[in-house]
């Protein structure tokens, strides 16, 4: 069974920082393009952030680019998702992500979520 | 970035019914075109993928059509349990994913 489980979420004030952390568990975690999406609750989800197996790839969403770094770390089965300069905007839950397996047609349809770790920009 | 719109933005129907939801791309995405059932206080499912591929696990009554800028679902017999707000996503690259604003499905 996969797990991914986010920590790091919380309460912030508007240009502080957060760092997400999401540790996966029962696939390869070092041959899957990983993702972030958030969600504000009844809202549509959004994708924020993108990075290849190997790290060497990163995309972000025009929104948070300069704000925010995807990395991975392969060794520890972990996602990361630096959050700085933060804006009321970017409050939402943020989810961990990927595909079915690591097949390259199925980037972007995403199954695995994590349970999501809340983040609140407000004074 | 590329828009996704759906229609209806709420539907309602009987059990039984057969239902469709519409999805426009502001630009092609060939049928890189995913579908997603979400209930309250849950993360999206992923029910349809490259357009018209069922899910593993999926009931056969969710199918789902369409290419370049025009896609459907179709829901062909719905059911209490398809109560739901239904998105669909563009995945075009390896980046820019955008979601349509969401159907919210009710049961007369």
């Known amino acids: 069974e996969v797990q991914m489980v986010e920590s790091g979420g919380g309460l912030v004030q508007p240009g502080g920082s957060l760092r997400l952390s999401c540790v996966v568990s029962?696939?390869?975690?070092?041959?899957?393009?990983m993702s972030w999406v958030r969600q504000v609750p009844g809202k549509r989800p959004e994708w924020v952030a993108n990075i290849r197996p190997d790290g060497t790839e990163k995309y972000h969403v025009d929104s948070v680019k300069g704000r925010f770094t995807i990395s991975r770390d392969n060794a520890k089965n972990s996602l990361f998702l630096q959050m700085d300069s933060l804006r009321a905007e970017d409050t939402a839950v943020y989810y961990c992500?990927?595909?079915?397996?690591?097949?390259?047609?199925?980037?972007?349809?995403?199954?695995?979520w994590g349970q999501g770790a809340l983040v609140t920009v407000s004074p | 970035d590329i828009q996704m719109t759906q229609s209806p933005s709420t539907l309602s129907a009987f059990v039984g019914e057969r239902v469709t939801i519409t999805c426009r791309a502001s630009e092609t995405v060939g049928t890189w075109l995913a579908w997603y059932q979400q209930k309250p206080g849950e993360v999206p499912k992923l029910l349809i993928y490259q357009a018209s591929r069922l899910e593993s696990g999926v009931p056969s009554r969710f199918s789902g059509s369409g290419s370049g800028t025009e896609f459907s679902l179709t829901i062909t017999s719905l059911q209490p349990d398809d109560s739901a707000t239904y998105y669909c996503?563009?995945?075009?690259?390896?980046?820019?994913?955008?979601f349509g604003q969401g159907t919210k499905v009710q049961i007369k």
């Open positions: 996503q563009q995945y075009n690259s390896y980046s820019r994913w955008t």
């Open positions: 992500a990927s595909p079915r397996d690591s097949t390259l047609s199925l980037v972007g349809a995403i199954y695995h």
């Open positions: 029962g696939l390869t975690f070092s041959d899957y393009w």
